[in-house]
């Protein structure tokens, strides 16, 4: 009906005028970017259902047009199609702007999603949704696994904490839909607030390379992206169930998007997951549960040349520690490491008891782009980040249901990032950042591990990337960071003196009469100016191999727990002391990359060399004794380190349905004195068969075995104590590292098309089919008990 | 068809430049808002967030034993340790009075913190006694031990293990240790002779007081 008036209108219309059908329009057609004229562009001209081509200028001519609207279709390879109308008056002459790279900007509609990398020349590797999707029901870190040279540092199985090359916790930054996560990071017990399921992509960069995003990732940058939008009208989602034996644990998440062709889009996804107690293949591991409840909202529209998004996520945690690691003083951690298995063993339970972990984190984020022709994209970004974290021990009368760690941090970012893009070759990106933190610690009864602090942060970047010819491209990049923590904390007098403080540090102490004179109020200031940079290069062989190297200067000012950490760290029984004296660590990284990608073999080879300048480490420098007994002082010291190693990927396709997958990891890290660095990883390597078979339902099923060897490279930190009932000195031994294992795992899954827009997939792993019992050196809790025994994982997935 | 797209095309466009606008001022507008919010929200840093309260700490053990035949006979044994666990100061230990050959001594430990004036004594034998557990060790002196009769029961049968009767048998030098222990996987106040055993628990109280001497 509407076809058939707008055809009358336009025969009217035409009719009307038709005796001034003889002016002509003449047309141009440049690239948005930098003005190039685009050659044979299609033009439809609707209104005469005709077609006709831009020339080698990008220029066209209509002619013997009549007055009135003209509606023409431009089409062009790698181009947005853009309909554009001109009122036809007389001659007229118009420049039209197409949009010439596309495949950057997420708004093709590709069967799955096509995959950008972060950085150019430094070591990255992407893991894509259908990987991270069998993680579901774990953790960031455990996902992140999957990446040669990337392990993990635990709190027990809930608790993982990624590790890139040995560098964890403040030496990583995670990025949350372009936000940095800043939850605590500090602590080695502290896993990062981020719902696996929330996201669509995970990017690992080894190293510093990734200078827009913070020029202190010594270790690396993990950048998690949510679901791409597609500028088409659609409504689609997916939910995730699954269910699991060991720990009788059940997750469910959903995600629903709805998108608009005109650009708006909104999207909403959460997830639940809880477990209870776990098991080791001899025992219950009491107390382990876990409860987990999330939800991101996002909205917004995108269009090519501007664009807005309001992001908000919630994560919520709760975590029960292993009961048998609470532990009170030096002895008991001996007589938990020589008993060989868990004190405290009971019946399988939901109960999440004291210790255990509350974490609550709120992120809101809103961003702003505008693209200008001739010169690039602009970018603005402001986001909130509100951490809670609890901490409950197991205390004495009303107090157990305090936390004995009570801190919210609070996170203000302001961000400006601007893309360069006129010069496809010669591309060039800056911008500046301003942070502004607030940590508060109210009391709770225990003195403060981590004082009440404001943290000033402002940085500017720039980067730039150079394609020289066909085979080769360069990057290069510069960064400069100020950091101002200004903190507010109580120290015990006895302690501020016997650190001498109190001569090197006059400056922070701040009379006051109204506190006890066993304390003494503080409040120290300190300024780090940081520069970080990064170049690199990288060179096609030919189209199936290429070579990287890369070379990074990354500087980290101390964090406030290795500033001003002063107190009994329980679940580790040892008292830790932070440093005022402490100089930021300067991280020159050194890294090359040999890629060969063939129609059956894939390599992917890393090496790097880390040399660290004042790297800041937790060693023990004595024991100090109380009333409570004795206590290992653990002290933040700097050494010069030395990192290296290799990570090595190889994928071999035997045949269309047999590959072969090994993934191996191997470094090395001394201080200065040639000694190892504590907890390094070991040498592991993995190795899996998958058959697949596309035409059976996309059915596949792989077996994988992982081999952990013994680290024997550790440093000997051990120390003797009194037996509190014998009166004999015996061994603490906490450096030892455990044994190598072996574990087998078994992971198949299908899909099966419901209807032409949803598909369900269906998946079912074991995992530690032998219920090996192992402990691994990467976990805190090895002391206490073995890790996980088998689990039988079944995960339904339902696209639609 | 075309037709139809093409006048939905451009109402669309229309509709996105206006829009575009107006989102920008709206998201502009939002950004402000949140960042006065932010520095209006500041809290009290300036105090540090007041004056650590450090409540479980024990700061002085006292174990005092009273001859049961003579009440001004009496040993001490005393731990000070004004900055508590994790403060750098040692305890420190004394012992007052020597043991008599042949003499039967009655004993009670307390608990107290000096930090927040506060007696923990009460919270471990009138608040919490299912909870805590007292684990002794003696070592080079030739001693009988036994929990008192008037100990306090738990609720699983167990001595806690607060008032202690203790024989001198011969002449010597050696050690005594006393140990609280919290929330123990498990207890037995026979063991060790009377001295006790546990497992599970975190140790509250720790301490060795040697040169104590029988005459």
């Known amino acids: ?800 | 068809m075309k037709t139809n797209n093409s006048i939905n095309n451009i109402k669309s466009m229309t509709f996105l430049n206006t829009n575009a606008m107006k989102t920008t001022k709206l998201f502009l507008s939002a950004i402000l808002s949140l960042a006065l919010f932010a520095s209006c929200s500041n809290d009290d840093d300036s105090s540090g967030g007041g004056e650590p309260n450090e409540d479980e700490v024990i700061t002085n053990v006292t174990f005092r034993f009273v001859n049961n035949a003579d009440a001004s006979d009496v040993v001490t044994l005393l731990s000070v340790d004004p900055d508590g666990d994790d403060g750098p100061l040692e305890p420190t230990l004394s012992v007052t009075g020597a043991f008599n050959v042949g003499d039967t001594y009655t004993a009670t430990v307390n608990l107290y913190n000096s930090i927040e004036d506060e007696d923990i004594t009460i919270e471990v034998t009138e608040d919490e006694p299912d909870e805590h557990f007292f684990v002794y060790g003696i070592n080079g002196l030739d001693m009988t031990f036994a929990r008192s009769a008037n100990d306090i029961e738990r609720m699983d049968g167990n001595f806690l293990g607060f008032e202690t009767t203790w024989t001198a048998n011969s002449a010597g030098t050696g050690t005594i240790t006393v140990q609280l222990f919290h929330e123990s996987e498990t207890v037995d106040s026979n063991a060790n002779e009377g001295l006790g055993a546990q497992t599970g628990g975190s140790a509250d109280v720790n301490i060795t007081f040697s040169d104590v001497v029988i005459q």
């Not at chain 1, 509100?386 to 409950?392: A, G, Q, V």
């Open chain 1, 1 to 800: 009906m509407k076809y058939f008036l707008t055809s009358m209108m336009l025969f009217i219309y035409g009719f009307h005028y038709a005796q001034n059908c003889d002016f002509t329009l003449l047309g141009e057609i440049k690239d948005f970017h930098d003005g190039t004229p685009i050659t044979a562009a299609n033009i439809y001209i609707q209104e005469l259902d005709k077609y006709i081509i831009s020339d080698f200028d990008g220029k066209f001519k209509i002619e013997e047009l009549c007055k009135g609207d003209i509606t023409l279709v431009i089409s062009h390879i790698g181009c947005e199609t853009k309909t554009v109308t001109i009122s036809i008056s007389g001659d007229v002459f118009k420049t039209i702007l197409l949009e010439h790279h596309i495949e950057q900007l997420n708004e093709v509609a590709v069967k799955g999603s096509s995959r950008v990398k972060e950085t150019k020349t430094a070591q990255e590797t992407i893991l894509k949704t259908e990987t991270l999707e069998q993680y579901s029901h774990l953790n960031l870190g455990d996902a992140l696994k999957e990446i040669s040279g990337v392990s993990s540092i635990n709190t027990g199985n809930s608790i993982v904490k990624p590790m890139i090359n040995g560098l964890h916790s403040s030496r990583l930054l995670i990025l949350n839909n372009n936000v940095r996560l800043q939850d605590h990071e500090w602590g080695v017990e502290h896993a990062p607030n981020i719902d696996i399921n929330s996201a669509d992509q995970i990017s690992v960069i080894k190293g510093a390379g990734a200078l827009a995003y913070g020029g202190d990732a010594i270790g690396g940058v993990i950048v998690i992206k949510p679901d791409r939008i597609f500028k088409k009208d659609s409504l689609f989602g997916k939910t995730i169930i699954g269910g699991q034996t060991n720990g009788r644990g059940y997750n469910l998440t959903s995600t629903l998007t709805k998108s608009y062709e005109n650009g708006w889009f909104a999207s909403i996804q959460g997830s639940f997951k809880k477990n209870g107690d776990f098991k080791a293949p001899e025992y219950q591991l009491t107390n382990t549960g876990l409860q987990s409840e999330s939800i991101s909202l996002r909205t917004g529209k995108s269009t090519f040349k501007s664009g807005f998004e309001l992001f908000y996520s919630y994560i919520n945690n709760e975590i029960g520690i292993l009961a048998s690691s609470h532990i009170g003083n030096v002895n008991d951690l001996i007589t938990a490491i020589n008993s060989q298995q868990p004190a405290i063993v009971r019946d399988f339970s939901y109960d999440i008891d004291n210790p255990r972990q509350e974490v609550t984190h709120h992120l809101f984020k809103a961003t702003y782009f505008k693209r200008f022709k001739n010169f690039g994209k602009v970018n603005l970004q402001y986001d909130y980040q509100n951490n809670n974290r609890l901490e409950f021990d197991i205390r004495r009368g009303d107090l157990r249901n305090q936390a004995a760690l009570d801190l919210t941090l609070q996170t203000h970012t302001l961000l400006a990032d601007v893309n360069v893009d006129v010069n496809l070759d010669r591309k060039l990106n800056f911008g500046f950042l301003g942070r502004f933190q607030d940590n508060l610690a109210p009391n709770t009864g225990v003195r403060r591990l981590i004082p009440n602090y404001e943290k000033y942060d402002f940085g500017a970047y720039i980067t730039s990337e150079w394609q020289i010819n066909d085979d080769w491209l360069v990057d290069a990049g510069l960064r400069y960071d100020f950091n101002r923590i200004d903190a507010f904390k109580y120290y015990q007098r006895s302690r501020w003196e016997e650190r001498g403080y109190d001569i090197d540090f006059p400056e922070f102490e701040i009379p006051r009469d109204d506190i006890s004179g066993s304390n003494i109020f503080t409040n120290p200031v300190f300024d780090y100016h940081n520069i970080s940079a990064s170049v690199g290069a990288r060179y096609d062989i030919d189209i199936e191999n290429h070579i990287i190297g890369n070379y990074s200067l990354a500087s980290r000012p101390p964090n406030p727990a290795e500033l001003f950490s002063d107190g009994l760290h329980h679940s580790a029984a040892r008292i830790e002391l932070g440093d005022l004296r402490l100089d930021p660590e300067i991280a020159n990284r050194v890294s090359a990359t040999y890629k060969h990608s063939g129609s059956k073999l894939n390599i992917a080879i890393d090496v790097f060399y880390n040399a660290i300048n004042n790297y800041m480490y937790l060693r023990p420098t004595g024991v100090l004794q109380s009333n409570r007994g004795a206590f290992p002082v653990w002290e933040y010291k700097q050494t010069n380190a030395n990192l290296f190693g290799t990570d090595l990927t190889i994928s071999y396709d035997f045949t269309n349905q047999f590959n072969w997958l090994n993934k191996t990891a191997f470094i090395k890290g001394y201080d200065e004195d040639d000694q190892p660095l504590i907890d390094m990883p070991a040498f592991s390597t993995s190795n899996s068969i998958t058959y697949s078979n596309k035409d059976w339902y996309n059915f596949s099923a792989s077996l994988k075995s992982e081999w952990v060897l013994e680290q024997n490279e550790f440093p000997d930190f051990n120390f003797e104590v009194d037996n509190p009932t014998t009166g004999e000195l015996q061994l603490l031994d906490v450096s030892t590292p455990p044994p190598a294992y072996h574990l087998l795992h078994f992971y198949t899954e299908a899909n099966f098309d419901l209807n032409l827009k949803s598909s369900l997939n269906i998946a079912v792993g074991i995992n530690n089919i032998f219920d090996t019992s192992y402990r691994n050196y990467l976990n805190r809790l090895r002391y206490f008990a073995d890790d996980l025994g088998r689990n039988i994982t079944l995960q339904l997935k339902l696209n639609y």
